[in-house]
């Protein structure tokens, strides 16, 4: 009897370790925390250095009047198009500006997702149908904490584009007929890319994943206006 407790033990701790055993992540790495393997520095005028350290990229102000942005942009070739989220921390360091503007593909287009634009808080997509994230429905404004990380998540499918800060959603916008865009200066940013102006902001991990069944289900139910 004894015998077959104990032949019967490896396989109860077996059970039990598949029970509390975590799901394997769909969310893939970006940044692998350690080096700019994957980016590289984002070719704006005069930018400021772009440094890792710590599993952060930092993003230096560049200079004041020639090259106020700086940035990094991702060298992948695999990087997805649509019905996918990326998420990342971000945190302005230095300056009253965007700290960590986010470029990202929207099918065969791109857009950005502005975070304290327009004096520090102005918040929103750049560009809906040629309108900027100061003037369009997607306008807002977060109140940003100097030196704090901040979360952020955006989502891009067929036809729409959401994004959280902080937990908290910031964007939901309908882009059936609407004529999705970057602004001119960001196109150095394609096709997946940070920027600042004039300010110093870090970024750190950044992932991505594909929209699930459930998630493309959860989004069809959502209001068409």
């Not at 945190?91 to 009253?96: K, P």
């Not at 593909?105 to 100061?134: E, K, Q, R, Y």
């Amino acid at each position: 009897m004894r015998q077959a407790q104990v032949l019967m033990l490896p396989a109860l701790l077996l059970a039990l370790g598949a029970v509390t055993a975590e799901p394997a992540s769909d969310w893939k790495p970006l940044f692998n925390g350690n080096n700019l393997e994957g980016w590289t520095a984002t070719d704006f005028f005069k930018a400021g250095a772009v440094k890792v350290a710590d599993g952060v990229i930092r993003m230096e102000k560049g200079s004041e009047r020639a090259g106020p942005m700086t940035g990094v942009n991702s060298t992948r070739k695999d990087l997805p198009k649509m019905d996918y989220e990326i998420r990342y921390k971000a945190r302005r360091v230095d300056g009253r500006d965007f700290f960590a503007t986010l470029t990202f593909p929207v099918g065969d287009s791109h857009c950005s997702l502005v975070n304290g634009g327009w004096g520090g808080t102005t918040i929103g997509l750049s560009t809906l149908d040629g309108i900027d994230a100061s003037e369009n429905d997607t306008n807002g404004n977060y109140d940003f904490v100097a030196e704090k990380w901040h979360d952020f998540r955006v989502r891009v499918s067929k036809d729409r584009l959401e994004a959280w800060i902080d937990a908290k959603k910031v964007v939901n916008v309908v882009t059936t007929d609407r004529r999705i865009g970057i602004r001119i200066e960001c196109f150095a940013s394609r096709p997946l890319g940070f920027a600042t102006y004039r300010t110093t902001g870090e970024v750190r991990d950044i992932a991505w994943r594909a929209l699930n069944a459930a998630d493309l289900a959860e989004i069809a139910k959502l209001p068409k206006e």
